[in-house]
């Protein structure tokens, strides 16, 4: 069974940064599309950032675009974050997600139990 496993949120000033881990495991990724998601308190859910797990071209959400970046390290079944010049509109749960086939900004296959992100000012 798929499982993801999200690492690495805590709490941290504005204009700092943090490293998000998602480990993977369960089948094998070649053919999906890994992605992040976030959802703030009392907002809906929404996409952050995507790859397909082969490599290849990312894909970001406007509000952080040249600010994170999305990676992985196959050897180790494992995808990040990472999270610079951080916000306090960045405060939020953040979600690994992964989906079989294209990357999608709306939907997942499989969805991790999330970590929490806080950025104060």
């Known amino acids: 069974q798929v499982q993801l496993v999200e690492s690495g949120g805590g709490l941290v000033q504005a204009g700092g940064s943090l490293r998000l881990s998602c480990a993977a495991s369960?089948?094998?990724?070649?053919?999906?599309?890994m992605g992040w998601f976030r959802q703030a308190p009392g907002k809906e859910r929404e996409f952050v950032a995507a790859?397909?797990?082969?490599?290849?071209?990312?894909s970001y959400a406007d509000s952080v675009k040249g600010r994170f970046t999305i990676s992985r390290h196959g050897a180790k079944n494992t995808v990040y974050l990472q999270m610079n010049s951080l916000k306090p509109e960045d405060t939020a749960v953040y979600y690994c997600?992964?989906?079989?086939?294209?990357?999608?900004?709306?939907?997942?296959?499989?969805w991790g139990q999330g970590t929490q992100v806080t950025v104060s000012s």
């Open positions: 997600a992964a989906r079989y086939g294209v990357v999608s900004r709306t939907t997942a296959d499989y």
């Open positions: 369960g089948r094998t990724f070649s053919s999906y599309a």
């Open positions: 790859m397909p797990w082969s490599g290849g071209s990312t």
